[in-house]
Each structure stands twice: as structure tokens, then as C-alpha cells.
């Protein structure tokens, strides 16, 4: 496959940019970008164009935004395109078996996970939520199922004990870039590796609720640190002091001994407030009162009641 193949790219998030960006460079013939329609934002609720979308716009590349990309016109649109390749990175719709069909070469996939792992819509939230220790890419060929199909190629990397979901996020997109041009050079040679999933190992990162965010003080110190890890930046795990609502951005596992009641602030200290969980110690550095800016935990015992032995949650 030389570089003049010509490709339509499918992307929304951040995530997706770094691997635009590298089929631009490797030189590949961009038919198209195809990505989510623009969605309101922040306070005003501003329809802003998706990351994907700027970049696009920014090497004057086609852009097409079908809010529903199994539609007759948006598939009639992408068989006029004539792609050799379709790839998709962090898209955000299910391509129907109708469009996986288009290109000759079929449609590549770049997921944030060591593939069967954490197939589905969160993989770098849950694989720091779950304290895992090493993470990475998988390039596959896209078949009807969700991250089912047979991979290419995998690159591993570590994930540091104090990780966050934004910190891991950084270093893979890199490695999702250099993973699919390696992958599109080995088909372009017609070597390109096929190894089908091993379904029975196969873990989910299904979309994060309400519901997990809400911190449980009842388990672990370690689960509840992965935990706001895991949720930071976005979307923050959260509890209650004074029947208000506080997001929880920074801790640290101080013991892991059994003490007093889960959810009771056993310490105030130089730096931070020390909370009794279901087995340790946390100690909370960052914190984020209900509608105001995150703040330093000492800051926050200035300016709201902050007493030894209250309950959070």
C-alpha cells in the first residue's frame, strides 16, 4: 500500500488527534475526516467543534459530521469516497457491517487497551480505576462486534502508581499514533499480522455513572485512590461534607491498617485531611467545594468547617 492510498479518517476526542496528524505526515491521501456533529459546551452552552474537526479544518481537510453515521446518506457519501481504508480512532458511533465492507483493505481500528482487555467506551478510565499496572494499544481489524476483531499490533506501557486517567491518556495517544503507522506500513507490504481475540478474557470498560463516582469510604484506601485517579480529569470522584457536594482530586494511600469508622476525618495535617476508609488511611490533598474552583485541602479547612472526627458522604 503506498502512501497515496487514499483514507478516511474517523475521530472525535482529543485522544484522536495525535493519529490524524501522523497519517498527514506519513503522507496518505486524506479523502475525508469523518467525526461527531458539534455539541454544546461549557456554561453557554456553545456549540464547539470537536477536536478532530479543528485539526481537520486546520490542514483544510473535507469534514463530514452525520449525527447518525449508519444512515443511507452517510453511507452513500462514504461509498462515493472510495476509500482503501477506513481508519477509526475513538470515533463514538458503531460502524454498520454496510460500511465495513467499503474499503478493500478494510477498516482499521486504534483502541486504548491491550486487546481482549477493556473493550468498549473507557478503557484508560477503567485501567487506572482497576490499579492496573501496565496498559497500552491494540490496532485491529473492525468487525461487527464491540472491539472484537482480529489485532495487528500491541505496544505496552506502564502505568505509574500515581497516574492519572489525564496522565496515561497523554502518553498513549502518542503511542496510538506510532502504532497505527507501523500497522498501515505492514499492510501496506501485505505482511500485516492477524491474531484473533481470545473472547473467553475479554474484560469491559463500559461508560462511567453517576453512581461509580460517588466514593464508597466503605472499601479500601488503595480502591478509593485508583479511584480519583481514575476520574481525573474528567469526571471527578465526589463525596459530602456539610451535605454538600466535594470532588475529590488528590490522594494518597497513608496505611492500609484497619482502624476507625469509614468516611471519618481522623487528621487534619500541614497539607492534608486524613480520612478513615474500609482498610487504611487516605490522605485528600486536592479538593473542589460544589460550584467553585479546585483548591489545596489546607485551603479548604480555612474556609469551610472542617472538624476531627465528622463523617464525609
Not at 453515521?69 to 472510495?82: E, F, G, M, R, T
Not at 460502524?95 to 478493500?104: A, N, Y
Not at 502504532?179 to 475479554?202: C, F, M, V
Request: contains cysteine; neutral net charge; proline residues 7%.
Amino acid at each position: 500500500m503506498s502512501n497515496s492510498k487514499r483514507i478516511v479518517f474517523m475521530g472525535t476526542p482529543e485522544f484522536a488527534v495525535p493519529c490524524l496528524e501522523r497519517l498527514i505526515s506519513d503522507g496518505y491521501e486524506i479523502a475525508a475526516v469523518v467525526t461527531q456533529p458539534d455539541r454544546p459546551k461549557g456554561r453557554g452552552q456553545k456549540l464547539t467543534a470537536s477536536p478532530v474537526k479543528e485539526t481537520a479544518l486546520q490542514h483544510k481537510l473535507t469534514v463530514m459530521q452525520p449525527e447518525r453515521i449508519k444512515s443511507p446518506a452517510a453511507v452513500a457519501a462514504l461509498i462515493d469516497l472510495c476509500p482503501d481504508i477506513i481508519v477509526v480512532v475513538a470515533f463514538g458511533q458503531l460502524l454498520s457491517p454496510e460500511i465495513l465492507t467499503i474499503p478493500p483493505l478494510g477498516c482499521i481500528n486504534v483502541h486504548a487497551s491491550l486487546l481482549p482487555q477493556y473493550r468498549g467506551a473507557a478503557p484508560i478510565h477503567w485501567a487506572v480505576i482497576k490499579g492496573e499496572a501496565i496498559s497500552g494499544v491494540t490496532t485491529m481489524y473492525m468487525d461487527k462486534g464491540m472491539d472484537t476483531g482480529d489485532m495487528l499490533l500491541k505496544s505496552e506501557i506502564q502505568i505509574h502508581p500515581e497516574d492519572t486517567t489525564g496522565d496515561l491518556h497523554d502518553r498513549l495517544k502518542v503511542v496510538g499514533a506510532d502504532i497505527l503507522s507501523h500497522s498501515l506500513e505492514l499492510l501496506a507490504a501485505g505482511n500485516a499480522p492477524r491474531t484473533p481475540q481470545d473472547h473467553h478474557a475479554a474484560t469491559y470498560a463500559p461508560l462511567l455513572t453517576r453512581e461509580l463516582e460517588h466514593i464508597d469510604w466503605t472499601k479500601p484506601a488503595k480502591s478509593i485512590h485508583d479511584l480519583v485517579r481514575g476520574l481525573n480529569p474528567w469526571p471527578g470522584a465526589f463525596s459530602y461534607h456539610n451535605n454538600k457536594i466535594i470532588k475529590i482530586w488528590k490522594t494518597k494511600v497513608l496505611s492500609d491498617a484497619i482502624t476507625g469508622q469509614p468516611g471519618t476525618i481522623r487528621e487534619i495535617t500541614e497539607d492534608g485531611i486524613v480520612i478513615e476508609t474500609g482498610k487504611g488511611t487516605l490522605g485528600i490533598y486536592e479538593l473542589q467545594p460544589e460550584s467553585k474552583r479546585r483548591m489545596k485541602s489546607r485551603e479548604y479547612v480555612t474556609g469551610y468547617s472542617v472538624s476531627i472526627g465528622e463523617r464525609l458522604g
